[in-house]
């Protein structure tokens, strides 16, 4: 019997790369397993998880949705309805009862591409956000926005020579996706210096530069608003990539998370691409998703999200079906959280008012803690943090001395990742290394998120870490 | 703008087939909708899908077991607790407390692998049933058994030339995922005059064969109870499948789904895999997967289940975690679900009684249905069909006249699904046929459910219909 080791295993799968639960993350769980057991002398009380956009984390507390919560506790167990009636507000019961109708069990395997009512529940939201019809048979439902984006970027790849457009910095799925699907990336940068910016020249130069290398250049990926940046796209700026898409024959896969997740709603809203493609009267074909992971939901473990084909034939949606089939269907908890999601308590119904005031609180709390630790963090010598107006995270740049790059070089590691690795041994905090999203030569950053509890204490450690790094590497 | 072509798309993703969800699934649910609707002359009242296992499905009428959805609606909902306090027995209190203490929230991430709580009472429960230590970290939680047994696929194809033997009639998962990652199913042949055995000699020859063309074998599927056979193997056979595995240097991929599907407990027990590699200390590597899916559980809307690494180096595990990792975390209510199958209420406690009555039912239920339907059927002229000792299906084999097989391959079609869409047609019953999993040339059979309620009146149908057929036909 010859062992299983690596070299007998898909070596194209070896290159994934996902720094979000990567060296740091796995770290992190080391640590909180010593504070744990309690025998370890570390210099800080807590770990805190900030590597990943978690908000219902333990420690992070952004509380659930009352209303999400009470329907889906219904739909678990329906018998409630009788044995607790006072638990529950009447639209609630109404709700979970209209769901069950067309659902039958929640432990019933449903449609492939969903729950029928669902979707419909998912159309109406588009079409009141767009002004734009939308058709349930155009959208999946999913496991998250993650499985939606794997499974259109596997069939993007015809070769290795396939590419697809991705920001830098992004999110690491998109790499991963292309390594484990064996395609390639085609770098664009974003405009730190405009507020990380699209600029739809780089996107171009990008088409040229890999176009010259025999890439094929199948798709293009924007994630708006931005992650790991928190960047929003203006509609004129849309308008033209949509426009780029068209002359050159690509995809749009529209990365649209953190659409409810703005801090500035006023002056820099979101637009969506469906709505500029409709505007547009565009032909281009556009895949965008949405989640009930971020936004006010945050229900990251339901697994839940949708995508929604645009200007795509019959027949290639017959294929994302067959597709999608093969998985049976997306988790039943993670779709009736986002009918949850798109079809909120309405004013005038019971659960109105508690919503309002929880979501309004999460809103409010995240905006403020976004700018309070945009700010502090930019007041710190060597560091330029970009003010976000959106998503969940900040992607300070960081100015790293040279002793300490030579250091890190000299132990195999990027010089972020070392200062992220010395932020967490003295302080407890995981970040992410700005090399996990891609930066351009020569530059630092990391990626953190603003959903931390006590945010002047939290920034007092990011502070005190970075003022004796400069001292101990000057 | 060139407008999305499926020539532009991944041309092996487009070779994908899983008949389970097919053209009949396809037909069967505008029936459905005809049915609802209420303007079709159609020659039956309801649409009963025998297509696919899903034993909550609304009008089969397995009911969920109230102790798992009681611990779901408070791990959802945990104010219940205080809101409810007479609607849920202390144990089922306890469990959910004990749960969330571990979780947190439902609505956050958990470890990659799944819940540390919640994979060690899966290892308590592999070592209670097998008598051999099982470790948390060799456990990873995933959304029902496909998801697993898609990534093991994907990680053992090197190559094209990479073949996985699989048996036949099987379960189309296996064609799918090698179809979807580029690699070669190598077929060996269950022993359907022996009652669908395993046949040792038989998974030789397919070995020698594919060497001989070239291909390069690397891992063995054994499907136990068999899908869509309802077959259940005997340790001594297992014993030289292990043998087999050792001496040709295969990885073995271990389906053991329907473990608790089981019609003759006494005389036809099921023994798994790692117990047989244990106890021989076989150096195989195997991977074994389970689901709540089925069972007396049942819950395929959750999408819940796990898989053990056996006898897999560090370095593959790390490799498996780094995967995994991509898609963030199996969905919360799965896990959840995967803790109350394999810690189910114990003697003494509030749930037991309640848990005892509604598992013995839907064992018994499911037992006298499968006996009862195989008796019916083979006792048709033309069908034979094995009385299968396990999981929920039958797989009867049908004589087609010679005329009929003609008329389908003159309309394109394979004679089996030509008689599947017949009894489509005719009485509403949807079954998949033997085209769909395989089977040897020139035999047809199709794979029905044993699910539905109301058996005599359903069996009925099955014999009306293929009596009718036999004398159009003849």
Known sequence: MRP????????????????????????????????????ADLPFDKVISSNIGNPQQKGLDQ??????????????????????????????????Q?????????????????VPLIRKSVAAFI??????????????????????????????????????????PQY????????????????????????????????????????????????????NPGNPTGGVLDAPTM??????????????????????????????????????????QSPVPLVSFHSISKGVSGECGRRGGYFELVNVSEEVRALVYKLVSVGLCPPLSGQIGVD?????????????????????????????RTNLMAQRLSALPGVSCVQSPGALYLFPRITIPAKAIEHAKS?????????????????GICVVPGSGFGQRDGEWHYRLTCLCPGVEEYVGKLEGFHQAFLKKWA
Chains 1, 2 share one sequence.
């Not at 295993?9 to 397993?33: H, S």
């Open 63 to 96: 509380p659930p949705i009352t209303f999400t919560r009470q329907v889906a506790a219904l739909t678990e167990y329906p018998a409630l309805a009788t044995l607790a009636p006072n638990a529950f507000p009447e639209d609630v019961v109404a709700r979970a």
């Open 340 to 368: 949850s999601m798109v079809r909120p308590p309405k004013e005038g119904e019971p659960s109105y008012a508690l919503w309002k005031k929880e979501t309004e609180t999460i809103h409010k709390a995240l905006a403020s």
């Open 411 to 427: 132990l195999g590691k990027e010089p972020d990742a070392f200062y992220a690795m010395g932020l967490l041994e003295e302080t």
């Open 98 to 114: 209209e769901l069950l109708e067309d659902i039958g069990s929640i432990g019933a395997y449903s449609h492939s591409q969903g």
């Open 127 to 168: 079409e009141a956000r767009d002004g734009h019809p939308s058709s349930p048979a155009d959208l999946f439902l999913t496991a998250g926005a993650s499985a939606g984006v794997s499974l259109l970027i596997n069939m993007l790849i015809t070769s290795p020579n396939s590419g697809i457009l991705i920001p830098i």
């Open 239 to 280: 308008e033209k990539v949509v426009k780029v898409c068209e002359e050159e024959s690509l995809v749009l896969l529209a990365d649209e998370v953190y659409q409810d997740n703005l801090h500035d709603r006023a002056n820099q809203p979101f637009t969506s691409f469906k709505k500029v493609v409709r505007n547009l």
């Open 4 to 39: 299983l080791t690596l070299d007998a295993l898909n070596q194209q799968l070896q290159t994934v790369q996902y720094a979000v639960r990567g060296e740091l993350a796995i770290k992190a769980e080391v640590l909180r397993d010593q504070l744990k057991s309690g025998g």
């Open 172 to 223: 690491p799925l998109y790499t991963a996706a292309l390594a484990q699907h064996h395609g390639t990336p085609v770098p664009y940068y974003l405009d730190e210096e405009a507020g990380w910016a699209t600029s739809v020249p780089s996107i171009i130069d990008a088409i040229k530069k890999a176009r010259a290398e025999g890439v094929e250049v199948k798709a293009l990926v924007i994630i």
